[in-house]
């Protein structure tokens, strides 16, 4: 599927050295078709002693030889680095974009209407593979080109295509943001462990265990996840006593509220693009 493809990062981040190195491993894909346009020379040196992949600090230079260019760099960049790609880029070239809140729309302001374009939301466990990426593109996509990026954010773990963009905004709110909800709740259980007089290294261990084993039991179970948390509750017993209190500080209603913030917030960044 990429076999014939020469693909460019255009910013040789965190996010670029996990896709790369994932797709040399599991795909077809030779080192000699990657390049990656990164400004600071040792990290150049970096990934091509690492990864033997051509690297430049020219963005246009890495852009026109590539038939798949991704936009690796933060989102501020952005503008920055499509600029830096314009002159250059084949019309045909399909353009993946990982940034962040980043509409469609920004995008062909400066690429114009008629370039292939993927957008994705990705979210951080993609650094290890374990990652989910929420994507849709243009009408300019075809259906090999819509394969090709398909293949490329399997690198970074679980996708799921959406046909509206609009998707993209909800699911920034939901698997975007999710990471930070879920690290806050076990920053939170691991207070309370030490407050109960744990050590913090193994109120850690417990909490990180627990949530690990209770998310890989929910799929495995395949099970709705009320009747998992009913099994552990024992009338009149320890859990419903802890649920009781999650329930009375309103602990559904309030995460329902931060997702539902983090939406309209997302829309907002999109319209002050
Ligand atoms: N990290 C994640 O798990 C995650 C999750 C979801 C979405 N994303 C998205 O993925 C994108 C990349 O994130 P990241 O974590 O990989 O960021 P990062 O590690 O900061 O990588 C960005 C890279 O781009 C380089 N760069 C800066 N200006 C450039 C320019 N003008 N031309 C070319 N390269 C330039 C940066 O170099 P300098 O060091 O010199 O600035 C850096 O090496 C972001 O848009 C982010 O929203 C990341």
């Not at 002693?49 to 038939?67: C, F, I, L």
Request: aromatic letters at 4%; one cysteine or more.
């Amino acid at each position: 599927m990429l076999d014939t493809s020469r693909i460019a990062f255009i910013g040789g981040g965190v996010m670029c050295e996990a896709i790369l190195s994932r797709l040399l491993k599991g795909s077809s894909l030779s080192a000699d078709a990657i390049s990656v346009a990164e400004p600071i020379a040792a990290r150049r040196e970096q990934l091509a002693g690492k990864y033997a992949v051509h690297v430049t600090s020219d963005n246009a230079a890495a852009a026109e030889q590539a038939t798949i260019v991704v936009l690796s760099v933060k989102p501020q960049i952005m503008s920055l680095a499509m600029e830096s790609i314009k002159a250059g880029l084949a019309q045909t070239a399909l353009v993946i974009s990982i940034a962040a809140g980043v509409a469609i729309r920004s995008i062909q302001n400066v690429l114009g209407s008629q370039q292939p374009v993927v957008r994705v939301m990705p979210n951080t466990p993609a650094q290890i593979g374990e990652g989910l990426s929420v994507w849709t593109t243009t009408a300019q996509v075809s259906v090999a080109q819509k394969e090709q990026a398909r293949s490329i954010l399997q690198a970074m773990g679980r996708e799921v295509y959406v046909e509206n963009e609009h998707y993209l905004d909800m699911a920034t709110a939901l698997s975007g943001s999710g990471p930070a909800y879920v690290f806050l709740f076990m920053e939170a259980l691991i207070d309370a462990g030490v407050q109960l007089g744990f050590s913090r290294p193994v109120a850690q261990q417990l909490v990180e265990q627990t949530l690990k084993g209770s998310v890989d039991f929910a799929i495995a179970s395949g099970r709705h996840v009320a009747e998992l948390r009913n099994q552990v509750t024992s009338p009149g017993g320890t859990t419903a006593a802890g649920l009781y209190e999650l329930e009375s500080g309103r602990l559904r209603t309030t995460i329902a509220d931060a997702v539902r913030a983090a939406y309209r917030r997302s829309i907002e960044l999109g319209k002050s693009e």
